[in-house]
């Protein structure tokens, strides 16, 4: 499969506590997002890398969320501190700049903060 | 800041009937438009991107159209199937001067259910 792949596709983690997403773009992709989506709503805008580099980060990204993408192949998203509130579905997306910038996405993590 | 609705925000028709979604956006400067589809509890599949230059797509029973100058954009399904039933989703993408972007902005989705 060459598609995007995220792990884990579910975590159940108690409030307080630190997790931490990975998510692996199609190869040749050098753009990669990070999206938040909760029921009923369309997903939102985190964050994105270009290779290695963060360009962007929503106001949604408090400073418990740090992303990283080393060396621009795979990213992390980590959440300290988890809150109820941070119970969403995490998607990861990955485009080929310098072309259409269609974005293809993972199957997502699923996260629920007890 | 760029805002996405989408209407209807659900929809049930019989098996066979060709629809039209609707989506419209308050920024027209985008740099394209995608539609997407998302089954329950699933990640999203791209259905139809269309570019800011372009006027409509087509992928099989499906064809997005996009007006930048009004703000919309439309996917019409044709003979709809039980297997069309899922969630629907549009998105903008803006890039800035410098190659900057804040990612795609999404409609809430219209919710589509296909009767056999």
């Known amino acids: 499969d060459t598609g995007v792949s995220q792990d884990p596709r579910h975590k159940i983690t108690k409030r307080g506590q630190n997790v931490t997403f990975r998510c692996d773009p199609i190869?040749?992709?050098?753009?990669l997002y990070w999206y938040r989506q909760t029921l009923g709503q369309g997903p939102e805008f985190l964050t994105y890398?270009?290779?290695?580099?963060?360009?962007?980060k929503s106001r949604l990204l408090s400073d418990r969320f740090s992303a990283e993408r080393p060396k621009g192949s795979f990213s992390t998203l980590e959440i300290q501190r988890t809150e109820q509130g941070d119970s969403a579905m995490y998607l990861c997306?990955?485009?080929?700049?310098?072309?259409?910038?269609?974005?293809?996405f993972g199957p997502g993590t699923r996260l629920t903060v007890t | 800041k760029q805002e996405v609705t989408q209407i209807p925000a659900a929809l049930s028709v019989p098996e066979g009937e060709n629809l039209v979604l609707n989506c419209s956006f308050t920024d027209s400067a985008i740099y394209n438009l995608q539609w997407f589809r998302q089954d329950p509890g699933k990640g999203l599949t791209s259905l139809l991107l269309i570019q800011s230059s372009q006027r409509e797509q087509t992928s099989g029973r499906l064809n997005a159209s996009l007006d930048k100058s009004s703000g919309r954009s439309t996917l019409y399904i044709a003979a709809s199937q039980p297997g069309d039933s899922a969630t629907y989703l549009c998105?903008?993408?803006?890039?800035?001067?410098?190659?900057?972007?804040?990612?795609?902005?999404f409609g809430k989705g219209t919710h589509l259910i296909i009767q056999p």
């Open positions: 998105a903008a993408y803006q890039m800035y001067s410098g190659g900057g972007a804040d990612g795609l902005t």
């Open positions: 190869s040749e992709h050098n753009r």
């Open positions: 890398f270009q290779n290695e580099a963060q360009l962007e």
């Open positions: 997306a990955s485009s080929f700049g310098g072309s259409s910038y269609e974005q293809y």
